[in-house]
């Protein structure tokens, strides 16, 4: 056996015990707080809303842990080494989204609800079909997030512990790890939220989003610091080692949206669209993410919830500038061909990135598994935070909305309700580790796009209405929900991405030998080993955007005013109830 192979051997090995040892830590650490926090847990307000006892400074912590996610962490940089300037307005669209939040959702969210999304809806409307249409919203946004989360780990696992094509680790291949992964997530997931609450999840993000922003920082400092803080060499190399043609091109718009076909109008057109209708995902899908406005409910006061957004604002802007260095520095350092080679939808890229730096800053092969190791870590809390907090406002909305207010009609007392939150907990857990083995190689920015437009489409516009129009009543919400929601699983499901298009960034459909034939495929393509395809490529897509939200958010705000205006329901003392609330806070919970 040559001196080589030996050399690689101990790396790989050493690259395993640091990672399965920081894991392990890691995970005992969480599960600590977890059940420190379960012991704080005595009423329905403390599982669901952590006693509304959070400073604004503690939940704009944890609302970065739980915005920064693997999409952000992984996803987004994986997406700016493989398409460059397209690939910024991710980290654009996340952090401009906060503004809407801020200023129409926040503080009214705080005074108007109680424990999830619906409350808000429901206050003035009939408490059943509201409540169902709310629960199966947030139901179906959180499965969509968690998927991305369970995809970011599964990811991680075969650049972790080494396993190249053909290796086996413990017995398991490459892809059995991701399912195991994916699997062992799931279960840490309900354990997270089934002991500790919200007081247990809160306190795990706000540990994650100190952990990532560390993390990131040393990574973005190192990259500056190989190029002696001139961007302008970043750039170049990045543009250099980006496999473009011409290379300028990796730092021009156009890459990936926006493109020009030339002879083609219909193609220009639709790739110009998507651009429109994936910023318009992001930017209005914050605002109706489940998961995010369920946190408004953990301060004291509106004051605090209007706090919490300031420092998240704060927190997640300096963090998607680091992903300019993390995605940028990914494809000068570790260059387009190795991060395909590792992972095709680029979710890998940071990693990858940090096991270069290593080796440069901390020593050879061993620096360059220490480095990755840690910032593994850090990806895994970043997940495990994630989770737990999509999982919690899910399974709340199930206990509270469902259980207790549509089949028990407000006949229940809260310990029964936490009860049945917590068993909702292993049935979403359940269904994410199944969705998420089927989806694991897709790329997982994608994924969270698309669960941004559902929420755009779906929650937003029932949101709004339900606060500032006076004549918006029981059928506007139902219908503005469902017709969002179908319009945009509908639009997905009619679009390139079920029926499979080929993209060298979200990687969408696994074609075979034939289908990539038909295609036009290069048979070395390394987009062609995929997720799932529904469809056979050689059908064209019915809809060509593969972004949602242009065509489904519009359908959700026409639905919702149609649905009002069709009925004669109308309760102005409600409003004016709800409208006094939402603006002082007085009644509140």
């Known amino acids: 056996m040559s001196d080589s192979v030996v050399l690689a051997a101990t790396s790989v090995g050493t690259q395993r015990t640091l990672t399965l040892t920081l894991f392990i830590i890691l995970v005992g650490v969480t599960l600590a707080i977890t059940v420190w926090a379960s012991r704080q847990t005595r009423s329905a307000a403390d599982f669901y809303a952590g006693g509304r006892s959070f400073s604004g400074f503690q939940n704009g912590m944890a609302i970065g842990g739980d915005y920064m996610s693997a999409a952000s962490f992984l996803g987004i ?149 190989h190029y002696k803080f001139n961007l302008s060499s970043l750039l170049g190399e990045a543009a250099a080692k980006s496999g473009k043609t011409p290379p300028e091109s990796f730092l021009q718009p156009g890459l990936r949206y926006g493109k020009e076909f030339a002879g083609n109008a219909t193609a220009t057109l639709a790739s110009k669209l998507d651009l429109i209708s994936l910023g318009l995902a992001l930017v209005l899908g914050t605002a109706g993410l489940p998961h995010i406005l369920i946190r408004f409910y953990t301060v004291p006061n509106a004051k605090a919830a209007r706090k919490s957004v300031v420092w998240a604002i704060g927190l997640i802007g300096v963090f998607y500038l680091m992903t300019l260095a993390l995605g940028f520095g990914a494809a000068a350092l570790v260059g387009r061909s ?57 399974s709340s909305s199930l206990a509270h909305d469902l259980y207790a207010n549509v089949l028990r009609r407000g006949q229940t007392d809260e310990r029964q309700e936490v009860v049945v939150a917590r068993y909702s907990a292993f049935v979403i857990g359940a269904v994410a580790i199944v969705l998420g083995i089927f989806a694991r190689n897709l790329n997982v920015a994608f994924l969270v796009a698309l669960a941004f437009a559902i929420a755009a489409s779906a929650n937003l516009p ?122 002082t806070g007085a009644g509140a919970h």
């Open 77 to 225: 940089a994986g997406i700016i080494a493989l398409n460059g300037y397209d690939g910024f307005l991710y980290s654009i669209g996340f952090l401009v989204a906060w503004l809407v939040a801020l200023l129409l959702v926040a503080e009214l969210m705080r005074n108007s609800g109680r424990y999830t999304m619906a409350d808000v809806l429901a206050f003035r409307m009939r408490q059943a079909p509201v409540r169902t249409a709310g629960s199966i919203s947030t139901i179906i946004v959180s499965i969509f997030y968690l998927l991305a989360q369970m995809v970011g780990a599964g990811a991680l696992v075969a650049l972790l512990l080494g396993i190249k094509g053909g290796d086996t680790f413990l017995g398991m291949s490459a892809e059995t790890a991701k399912i195991v992964t994916i699997a062992l997530i799931g279960v840490l997931m309900i354990v997270y939220v089934t002991v500790g609450g919200m007081k247990g999840t809160t306190y795990v993000q706000i540990v994650k989003a100190f952990m990532l922003m560390i993390g990131a920082l040393v990574l973005t400092l190192l990259v500056l610091a």
């Open 338 to 394: 190795a991060i395909v080679a590792q992972d095709a939808a680029g979710n890998t890229a940071a990693p990858q990135l940090a096991q270069e730096l290593g080796k440069r800053y901390l020593g050879g092969d061993f620096g360059g598994s220490l480095l990755l190791a840690i910032i593994a870590a850090v990806a895994f809390a970043t997940i495990l935070a994630v989770v737990a907090g999509l999982t919690l406002a899910s």
């Open 462 to 583: 029932a949101i709004l209405f339900s606060l500032f129009w006076k004549r918006f009543n029981t059928r506007g919400a139902t219908w503005g929900i469902y017709a969002g929601l179908i319009s945009a699983v509908g639009v997905v499901l009619l679009s390139p991405i079920a029926w499979g298009g080929v993209s060298d960034a979200r990687t969408p459909a696994t074609l075979t030998a034939a289908q990539a034939k038909d295609c036009g495929v290069p048979q070395n393509s390394k987009e062609v080993s995929n997720a799932t395809a529904l469809f056979s490529c050689t059908t064209a897509a019915p809809i060509p955007l593969e972004n949602p939200g242009l065509i489904s958010i519009p359908i959700g705000f026409i639905f919702a005013a149609l649905g009002a205006m069709s009925s004669k329901e109308r309760d102005p003392d409600k409003y004016s109830e709800l409208e006094a609330r939402s603006l």
